[in-house]
């Protein structure tokens, strides 16, 4: 698979070549006001075409990022002369929506962006090669046409106007975050029968390429560490469980610890799921899918970071084999846990990797993240995940990322009260205690595999790994990869050295 869905390189506002373009020209304009020198050449040649559009209601309608298509343009030779609106100093989101509109129209012949280098012109690649994915590789191409994650767009030159300064660099950086986000949702859209627990981890494995230490651990030796509470869940499966480590060493000291829940697959074991939406649960090891597409970033970017990322590897099968309600397992914490709920299976997944997390790295900070309860949903929708945490300068640190970065996110309370619903009559604690509270008492479950010197944030994503229709970023349903920018951009701020 291609990293990105489309190429993006930067250029100057040549006239020629804007003449010569056969696929779309955009132009991102401020509102009203002068015309820069490029834009004003393209409204000489179309007959002042771009100056009509200005004056018109559509244009007046339209909200920062928005645009205007004028087809077949007399006077060039584009398909399309797109006008897209766009203040000379947009926010982060004006750019990228700016980006995800021209990407919406974008075809096989690419485009031409004429714009200003002050306009930010890494988020509008970002926006661009966000909306421009789609996850084609199953699909049979029209007869002539070539198949691929790209979905037939060409490529992209950003014409830049004024001090371009920086922007390669800022490009550069752009490209290495999309590429980890792009990563991450090839992931969780592929099917459970492709990304195995094997596949998955082999996958990973091929970061080494850029640097990144990674670490297969198997079955016999995740017995010899006692992790049986993630054993168990994948007793049943033909599909071995692992655990994947992930080590990016850009600085020396103590690292922040990325844990990542990895069902391949969850049929929710012994308690079966209802059939009507179970084909959804490929998407069961979104958290590992985003820990993996970090630490891509990181490595693509050279983040001056110490960073690990660990992910259990698992499939929730219901074979005769398979965990049982009302089975005790015992956690490489040495903590005894009753089955009351085989679905209830990623905290058990999470609970032996926070815990072999911290015993080997001792980490400065650890945040795992896991589609881990519906009970998000019902609290929160799909806009936004759900953030717990035992260290409120964490939390506030990484509900600011995901504020920058336009990625929903709503811290939700801990508390000993929801602790105590945890009790079990013959074990030290149990896994399920039904539907009150269902995603704070998760995160409960959690907190008990967390040492209390470890700050440490929890993050839901059930809510958001997937989009359920049309998404800003994302051209149909599937995977939006959350949480890749937002964890990047902690990581920038937080813990670069």
């Given at each position: 698979?291609?990293?990105?869905p ?10 020629d ?10 132009l ?12 004003a050449g393209?409204?000489?040649?179309t ?27 007399a006077g060039?030779?584009a ?5 897209v609106?766009l203040?000379a100093?947009?926010?982060l989101?004006?750019?990228r929506?700016a ?32 909306r421009?994915y ?23 030159t950003?014409?830049l106007?004024?001090?371009?300064t ?11 975050v999309a ?20 596949d998955f981890?082999?996958?990973l ?10 670490q ?5 030796e ?13 007793q ?25 829940k ?27 899918g ?22 259990g ?8 084999m ?8 015992r956690?490489?914490?040495g ?5 009351i709920?085989?679905?209830?299976e990623?905290r058990?997944v ?5 815990w072999?997390?911290?015993?080997r790295?001792a ?7 896991a ?8 609290a929160?929708g ?6 717990f ?8 640190q ?14 939700l309370p ?28 998760a995160?409960q479950?959690?907190?008990r ?9 929890h993050?839901?994503?059930?809510g958001?790994?997937?989009a359920t229709?049309?998404?800003?970023y ?15 951009r ?8």
């Open positions: 698979m291609t990293d990105l489309l190429e993006i390189t930067l250029g100057v506002a040549d006239a070549a804007l003449g010569r373009a056969v696929g779309r020209v955009a991102l304009l401020p509102a009203e006001g002068a015309l820069g020198a490029a834009a393209i409204d000489a040649a007959g002042g075409a771009v100056a009509r559009v200005r004056a018109g209601s559509a244009w007046a309608k339209a909200k920062a990022g928005e645009g205007v298509e004028v087809p077949a343009p060039l030779q398909e399309v002369l797109h006008l609106k203040p100093e947009p926010t989101a004006e750019a929506k980006g995800a509109t021209i990407a919406r129209g974008l075809g096989a012949a690419g485009a031409e962006v004429v714009m200003d280098a002050g306009q930010r012109p890494a988020d509008v690649a970002t926006g661009l090669w966000l421009a789609s996850f084609d590789r199953y699909k049979t191409p029209p007869e002539g046409e070539a198949g691929g994650e790209a979905g037939g767009k060409g490529p992209v950003l014409r106007e004024g001090d371009a920086g922007a390669q660099a800022a490009l550069d950086r752009a490209r290495a590429g980890g986000v792009t990563f991450t949702r090839n992931l969780v859209n592929e099917p459970a029968n492709v990304l195995t627990t094997t981890a082999r996958r494995s091929d970061l080494r390429e850029l640097g990144v230490t990674v297969v651990i198997e079955e016999e995740l017995a010899r560490l006692g992790m049986r509470a993630l054993l168990g869940v994948g049943g499966s033909a599909s071995p469980s692992k655990v994947v480590v992930m080590e990016w060493k850009g600085a020396m000291g103590a690292p922040l610890a990325l844990v990542g990895g069902v391949c697959f969850d049929t929710g074991g012994i308690s079966l799921k209802p059939a009507e939406g179970m084909e959804a649960m490929t998407m069961d090891m979104g958290g590992a985003t820990v993996a597409g970090v630490m891509r970033t990181l490595a693509l970017r050279k983040a001056k970071a110490h960073v690990v990322g660990l992910v590897l698992v499939e929730n099968m219901p074979d005769g398979a965990q049982r309600p009302g089975d005790v397992v956690s490489m914490k903590d005894t846990i009753e089955v709920n085989t679905d209830a990623g058990l999470l609970a032996d990797v926070l072999y997390a911290q015993d790295f980490p400065a900070a650890m945040i795992d993240l589609t881990l309860t519906g009970a998000v949903i019902v929160l799909h806009e936004n995940a759900g953030i945490a035992n260290d409120d300068a964490l939390a506030t990484l509900l600011a990322a995901a504020g920058a970065e336009g990625e929903g996110a709503w811290r801990l508390s000993p009260a929801y602790d105590a619903m945890l009790k079990s009559h013959v074990a030290d604690m149990r896994n399920s205690v039904g539907r009150p509270a269902g995603s704070i008492t995160a479950f959690l907190k595999f967390v040492k209390d010197a470890t700050p440490w944030v993050i839901d994503i059930a958001v790994a997937t229709g049309d998404h800003p994302a051209a149909s349903k599937g995977a939006t990869g959350w949480g890749v920018m937002t964890l990047d902690l990581v920038a701020h937080q813990f670069e050295r």
